[in-house]
């Protein structure tokens, strides 16, 4: 994180304001290189379940210090979003490498549109449904899925298959 957010993040935190309601906007930065990917855990540790890996430039919300160098951090807005734990220095108010990506929705099935899902896996719920050959915003990647921003902030995951 670089040293002007990680002072107003504590000034936030020793003033009250985060955790009380209050997030701050940052941005995964994971450095120069574009392929590398943040995880977001499902607990403040190294060793928790991955949640996804985030493209340098996903945006998030910083909701509240963890302790020991992580963030709790939340991707898109409820009620499709993505809640979870984010190493604080991989989080910065500007990125060096935007790596999230537009991609083409393709369909392997020979139908006309695509079911985003709030999760990876087909058999979660329907975000969306969206045509092909429309074009997805591209922040993470978990298995074989990719999670997309939509243009209201939701966040969805589609198959590998059905972009490129």
């Not at 000034?11 to 304001?17: P, R």
């Not at 340098?56 to 898109?76: F, H, K, M, P």
């Not at 045509?131 to 902030?153: F, K, N, P």
Request: one cysteine or more.
């Amino acid at each position: 994180m670089n040293g002007m957010l990680k002072k107003f993040l504590m000034c936030l935190l020793v003033c009250g304001l985060i955790g009380k309601g209050a997030a701050l906007a940052a941005v995964v930065d994971n450095g120069s290189d574009p392929d590398s990917r943040l995880n977001m855990r499902a607990e403040p540790s190294k060793e928790a379940d991955s949640i996804g890996k985030f493209y340098s430039g996903t945006e998030v919300e910083i909701l509240s210090d963890a302790g020991e160098g992580w963030a709790e951090v939340q991707i898109g807005t409820a009620p499709y979003c993505l809640n979870g734990y984010m190493m604080q220095e991989y989080l910065s108010d500007s990125v060096n490498v935007d790596a999230t990506r537009e991609m083409e929705v393709i369909s392997p099935y020979g139908t006309q549109s695509i079911v985003i899902r709030s999760r990876p896996s087909n058999s979660y719920d329907a975000v969306a449904m969206i045509e092909v050959g429309s074009q997805v915003h591209v922040i993470g990647t978990a298995g074989d899925y990719y999670y997309v921003r939509l243009s209201d902030d939701a966040i969805g995951c589609l198959s590998v298959d059905e972009v490129e």
